[in-house]
């Protein structure tokens, strides 16, 4: 059975509301210009299965029906795809053929077993005793293929629309031998030239709300590379899912959002420093901290204006005098969330979203020549870390730039604790993980103070009573913090790994 490599690309925009303009743009593409298109419309529904890595659908065209079953390989990753496909003709009894093509294959006997559960509605029990789910509606689907030979990979390429989701295009090719340079080549050719990006996971796509980070559940026989790939899949789906949702309307979630997702990755790169290669120094991370950078601002001008600069007026006997000076802080907010918001619409956005999935998909088609079991690796890091933090002096008797560091290592395991929380006992997860939380937030209220004192003094329109206001507040909350978080701290117990099987 053929093994299929496959980019996917979600549409920004379609001018008509239809695929038809983004059709003639791919045709101006360089890849599409000597490609035939092939239009189609069809139904599709899909069928739900308890068999993860699995997808089941039944299509529907001029009347004949047909059975896919899609098996993905490896940790789900938004954009990226490792694949087998299975099709069979379906006839009327739509029961009888999900029986039959589970029994055409040995590969689908365990996946497809039960499917026939969830094809019909209603209350009948089933002949294993249960009552089947309520079957997923038919959706009508419009779509376009392309054949398109790049340098000699036969690429397929398809753009598809229906009522749930925006156009998206499939660049797909059997795994051989520089398949996977030639789709994200034609990829890059794309992104160039027409409105696409990266696509979201399939969870994630065409939400609004800010996607928060997904927990995480390693199994513990998985590999220090397979982790990392798992991972960073999973940071992948908190950025791109925030980015996609933030089309609708940039909020200051979903730049709080992505900056923990850019916290996490760089938080993963440092527990797996060797893994970090001169292609992602050279692709990927000279981009990644140019976005990095305005998420930071964003974020701070955030916090200065709705946290920082509402408090000291709460405090101050006169609120009224803050009010010229939150309406400033303010304005420079909006420019800062402004930039963000360009960024996210640029080709160099596009550009390195898609040179990240391309180094993750590489990393993770790679084979370790002696793999190792994650769960020693994570036991060692987690260890080093918490001495990080454990070790150091009260933290009252430090510097403000040695707390901070304190505050970042805190940080850093926490984020840690998280990425292994499936070999982690039950203690770690809930009250060390808690508290690491806590000293994080104590800490960053002091750095926050600090970094307002900053921001407050390059503000033409602050006086030097508010000026001198924010560094008395800085230095108090400093000493405040700086106690909370000794006493946080010291009431911490070590985070434990649960023993090797």
Partial sequence: ??????????AIRSDDGSIGVLA?????????????????????????LKAPGWRLSVETLE???????????????????????????????LTASLIEFAQADEALHGPLARAYRHVDAGTAATPDGEAPDVPAPEVEVERIEWRIDASGADILATLETSVQALPALRLAAPSVNGALDAVFRVAGEVLDAAPFCIAPDDEHASQAQPVHAAKLDLPRTATRRQAFVAIAASVAGQ?????????????????????????????????FRGYVDDAWNTRVAP????????????????VFTDKTLPAYAESDDSAERWQALIAAADAKRRVARDKVRDA???????????????????FASQEDASPTRFVSYAEKRIRKDYRRIAHVPDLASLEAHERHRVRIHAKRLRYALEF??????????THTAKLLGELQTVLGEANDAAVAADRLASI??????????????????????AQEGERLLRSMRRPRVKASI
């Avoid at 593409?29 to 000597?34: I, K, R, Y």
């Avoid at 996210?344 to 998909?361: G, I, Q």
């Avoid at 033409?460 to 913090?481: H, L, M, N, T, V």
């Fill in 1 to 10: 059975m053929t093994m299929w490599v496959e980019v996917t690309l979600q």
């Fill in 287 to 302: 981009d990644l901290t140019w976005f990095g950078d305005l998420l930071a601002d964003a974020r701070d001008w955030d």
């Fill in 420 to 429: 292994f929380r499936s070999v982690t006992s039950r203690r770690t997860r």
């Fill in 24 to 48: 003639e743009a791919l045709q101006r593409v360089a890849a599409f210009a000597g490609a035939t298109p092939r239009s189609t419309r069809l139904t599709a529904r899909e069928i739900a």
């Fill in 239 to 271: 950025w791109f899912g925030n980015a996609d949702a933030s089309r609708a309307g940039l909020g200051d979630e979903h730049v709080h959002q992505l900056r923990v997702a850019q916290r996490r990755l760089k938080t993963l790169l440092k527990l």
């Fill in 344 to 362: 996210l619409a640029s080709k160099r956005y596009a550009r390195l979203t898609l040179a990240f999935v391309e180094w993750l998909a590489r």
């Fill in 63 to 93: 009347g004949a029906r047909t059975l896919c079953a899609v098996q993905t390989e490896g940790a789900p990753m938004p954009g990226f795809v490792r694949y087998r496909t299975f099709a069979r003709p379906a006839g009327e009894d």
């Fill in 460 to 481: 033409p329109e602050a006086s030097d009573y508010q000026r001198g206001f924010a560094r008395a507040w800085g230095a108090a909350s400093a000493r405040k913090d």
